[in-house]
């Protein structure tokens, strides 16, 4: 089934409790955690609790979800007190673009300066 947990994704662990995570916020089908390696003052991970591999098939299957993401990365945004400051949402789609984590997620960047192009 589309969506289903996947039991070699390392993002669905985190949703099953079976990874643990620095959990920021959650929602009935969205869970926010810091990144383990952060690149900025605020670097938390949004992801749904379904599991597709990228933004683009989540949206395609469950744009409700997709929607969520967004509408949770501006709460993260919020509680880290970054959104007046600004800060970025970024979804790498595809090796070539950086993903190494093939459950859609959505990077929250903020708290200090954020070049653009980001390279
Ligand atoms: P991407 O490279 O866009 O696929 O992003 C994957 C992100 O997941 C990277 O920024 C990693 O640092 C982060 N990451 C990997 N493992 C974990 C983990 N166990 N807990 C939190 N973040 C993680
Ligand atoms: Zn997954």
Redesign the pocket.
Known sequence: MPGEPQADC?FCK?VAGE?P?TVVRETGTTVA?????PQAPTHV?VIPKVHYPDAASLAAAEPQVAADILAEAAKVAEHDQVDATGYRIVF?TGAGA????FHT?A?VLGGRGLQWPPG
């Open positions: 390392l985190i990874v995570a955690f810091r990144d383990i390696n991970l790498n950086g993903q190494t984590v997620h990077h």
